[in-house]
């Protein structure tokens, strides 16, 4: 089956930076979502990006459908950051959707 | 306003007990699903319908059973063949064969062996 492939596993930052975190998938998808997780489990919807880049406030996403990739921006990181982010795509031939491991982010005040 | 109810927030299950997992919404979408999360880990498709009376097992199907009757509905079953029940449960509807709609989640579920 597809395989969704997050990067990187876990990221470390102080409060401001800014950090690029990766998903890459091996098969053709028709959409892919950014998830964050909070401490309480709930996950929030980011971005549905398929293609393209799309921006809100001080997060930001690409994605290159054709070399199978997906980029999620998060510039002068705060505290409430903190969480997992994780990708998901939707294969075309069905309705499956499939979640990358995420990325653990922490940032220090 | 419109969205995904999962209860109960906290469960408990007793050794050979099965459970069931509520899942509700009134998003009026074709497609709901059932992931499993474990501590630390990602999220894992046990089962996933595309419509009313139709389903189909994800990567982790063994041990659990779900059913669609309603369109709103779609309760997860934790039967006692599944031998390491306790995780997070995350119960998701998008509109089925529309590819541009995001997919939207409940709070979830905790659900703990006694």
């Known amino acids: 089956g597809i395989q969704v492939e997050q990067s990187p596993p876990d990221l470390i930052l102080q409060e401001g930076a800014n950090s690029t975190l990766r998903c890459n998938f091996s098969d053709s998808v028709n959409n892919l979502q950014w998830f964050h997780q909070n401490p309480w489990g709930q996950l929030i919807n980011l971005f549905y990006i398929p293609s393209g880049t799309k921006q809100n406030g001080r997060l930001s996403a690409t994605t290159v459908a054709t070399e199978r990739y997906s980029l999620l921006y998060i510039s002068s990181s705060q505290t409430t950051d903190s969480g997992v982010y994780f990708c998901?795509?939707?294969?075309?031939?069905?309705?499956?959707?499939?979640f990358g491991k995420g990325t653990r982010l922490h940032i220090l005040p | 306003d419109g969205g995904i109810t999962q209860s109960p927030k906290y469960l408990f299950r007793k050794e050979g007990q099965n459970v069931t997992l509520s899942c509700e919404q009134n998003?009026?979408?074709?497609?709901m699903y059932w992931y499993r999360q474990d501590p630390g880990q990602g999220l894992r498709l046990i089962y996933y319908s595309q419509i009313v009376n139709d389903f189909q097992k994800g990567d982790i199907a063994e041990g659990y059973s779900v059913s669609r009757e309603k369109k709103e509905s779609f309760p997860l079953t934790v039967t006692s063949a599944q031998k390491n029940p306790t995780a997070f449960y995350l119960c998701a509807s998008s509109i089925q064969g529309y590819s541009n709609q995001p997919q939207h989640f409940g709070d979830g579920t905790r659900l703990s062996i006694l």
């Open positions: 998003l009026n979408h074709d497609a």
């Open positions: 998901a795509v939707r294969m075309n031939r069905d309705d499956k959707i499939i």
